[in-house]
T-cell receptor, first 113, second 111 residues
């Protein structure tokens, strides 16, 4: 049972444009959501997070939106840069004291110069 | 502040052997979690330790075990290695905010 889904395996955008990465979840007990960026053979790098009590969080070029009623979150990158090319993972944590994260399968973003 | 460190970075073992991986969390972080990444299954949670106690465990066989020491450093052990255990093993540490910071991983190849 995949509780966190990233339905599009890849996305290609032009440099300077907006990249929108989507993520859906099924478990209503998730209370904290995170986005990570990952290069091959490296550990994931934390990008941005959002608590379930919020609907938006911004950090520089990165904005995460949360729609709890639709169980959907998205990551917006504006403007996109070639260095953003990587695999992006959406992750969620269940409320209750454990730090266990449930990850989506990832989406490969390619930003073309 | 130094990040999460993992040793060794690369490891080659044969079936039936056992392996121990080590993780040093970010200073001040008391929670350490382990994940396995494979091409087919993605990132899957193995277990989490907090103050030397296992707080949560993923759906992996008993061959996978771990522990945490009083200085928050953690080790995970895989016994009786199988070919399917070949993966990138990632350690992450976190504070009470819930944001996990990952190490570079240990690439394990089982032949």
């Amino acid at each position: 049972d995949q509780q966190v889904k990233q339905n599009s395996p890849s996305l290609s955008v032009q440099e300077g444009r907006i990249s929108i990465l989507n993520c859906d979840y099924t478990n209503s007990m998730f209370d904290y959501f995170l986005w990570y960026k990952k290069y091959p053979a490296e550990g994931p790098t934390f990008l941005i997070s959002i608590s379930s009590i919020k609907d938006k969080n911004e950090d520089g070029r990165f904005t995460v939106f949360l729609n709890k009623s639709a169980k959907h979150l998205s990551l917006h990158i504006v403007p996109s840069q070639p260095g953003d090319s990587a695999v992006y993972f959406c992750a969620a944590r269940t409320q209750g004291g454990s730090e266990k994260l449930v990850f989506g399968k990832g989406m490969k973003l390619t930003v073309n110069p | 502040k130094a990040g999460v460190t993992q040793t060794p970075r690369y490891l080659i073992k044969t079936r039936g052997q056992q392996v121990t991986l080590s993780c040093s969390p970010i200073s001040g972080h008391r929670s350490v979690s382990w994940y396995q990444q494979t091409p087919g299954q993605g990132l899957q949670f193995l277990f989490e330790y907090f103050s030397e106690t296992q707080r949560n465990k993923g759906n992996f066989p008993g061959r996978f075990s771990g522990r945490q020491f009083s200085n928050s450093r953690s080790e995970m052990n895989v016994s009786t290695l199988e070919l399917g255990d070949s993966a990138l093993y990632l350690c992450a540490s976190s504070t009470a905010t819930g944001t996990q910071y990952f190490g570079p991983g240990t690439r394990l190849l089982v032949l």
